[in-house]
């Protein structure tokens, strides 16, 4: 049987936000289960590239795989693919970028639905880019959101960036001068940028706000500052191994004693019932997502069956 070479436009056409949230789930719960082994991001560098490289064993179904992507100056280009788990023969290989975006979207979708209260409806956001507008959408899909401000460095991309949300999410979204009235009263703030250090300060935020934290995973970047963290009462992670070896924002603030690993939970075990993601209303609750491979190659076996199912993909040689 020959792999399936599926492209970026078959990916748009078959994955929505509300299909890569119920799979997701799905991936945490199993993740509880023991029934999927998760291999961390591993990079490498030459002249001009990066190489990024990240695998996982999805057993609840049959599949293994990987996701790779590189990076340049220029541009991004991300890769899944999936192996059938008792023959070991590719099935899939499969343009990721949307699939990616997806994929972290739906993660701050889970985590919000256990952690963040449930009359959440107003948000903070930070970034314009291709990773905000899902980490948008996906929120809008979990609480019934009325307001939302939005933050950028450029107040032109910015402003257009709230001009297209608010159609595509139905809900008012305008554009914010300053970070710290961004994350000021609002019930959930969204980091989602390549920032390099905090973007506002910790103690503007509510009590009661929860925070998706998706923009860095990388050791050099970071997106909230030590008040934050201070000030969280619940800190989960996708994955607390994978967090230790790229998670920028904890790395600092971990050393200090500000807080620890052993006090973090991961997503897992929220979606599993077997921690708590809220326990009352004034608590500060805080996400931190760095993308795991386990939940690429769940999203890369789904965007193949319904590949097969559509028609879609062509036959590569091998």
């Not at 436009?9 to 299909?19: H, N, P």
């Not at 009359?119 to 880019?129: A, P, R, Y």
């Not at 595509?168 to 019930?187: F, G, I, M, N, Q």
């Not at 979606?271 to 009352?280: L, P």
Request: net charge negative; charged share 25%; proline share 2%.
């Amino acid at each position: 049987m020959a792999a399936l070479y599926i492209s970026e436009d078959d990916v748009r056409s078959l994955m929505d936000m509300e299909k890569s949230i119920l799979i997701t789930h799905k991936v945490f719960k199993e993740i509880a289960s023991g029934r999927v082994m998760n291999a961390p991001r591993q990079r490498v560098r030459a002249p001009g590239v990066m190489l990024h490289t990240m695998s996982a064993a999805n057993e609840y179904l049959n599949y293994v795989g990987w996701k790779a992507y590189t990076t340049t100056k220029e541009s991004a280009r991300f890769h899944v693919a999936i192996y059938d788990q008792e023959s070991g023969e590719m099935r899939a290989l499969i343009e990721a970028d949307f699939l990616g975006q997806l994929r972290t979207g739906a993660a701050s979708a889970v985590a919000t639905e256990f952690m963040a209260r449930p009359d959440s409806k107003v948000v903070g956001l930070f970034g314009s880019g291709l990773q905000a507008r899902t980490q948008l959408q996906a929120i809008c899909m979990t609480r019934k959101i009325d307001f939302v401000q939005v933050y950028s460095r450029n107040y032109e991309n910015c402003s257009r960036f709230a001009e297209e949300m608010t159609e595509l999410c139905d809900v008012e979204v305008s554009a914010c001068h300053t970070p710290d009235e961004t994350a000021a009263e609002k019930d959930i703030v969204i980091c989602a940028t390549t920032a390099k250090a905090p973007l506002f300060d910790g103690r503007v935020l509510d009590e009661g706000t929860h925070l998706n934290v998706v923009g860095s995973n990388h050791r050099s970047r970071r997106e909230i500052d030590r008040t934050t963290i201070k000030r969280a009462d619940v800190i989960v992670c996708d994955d607390i191994e994978q967090c230790k070896i790229e998670a920028g924002d904890f790395m600092q603030p971990v050393d200090d004693g500000i807080t620890d690993w052993r006090l973090m939970h991961n997503l897992s075990e929220i979606v599993a019932e077997r921690e708590t993601g809220r326990a009352t209303d004034d608590q500060v609750t805080l996400f931190k997502s760095v993308g795991i491979a386990a939940e690429d190659v769940a999203m890369g076996v789904q965007v193949y069956e319904y590949a097969l199912q559509e028609g879609l993909g062509v036959d590569l040689p091998f």
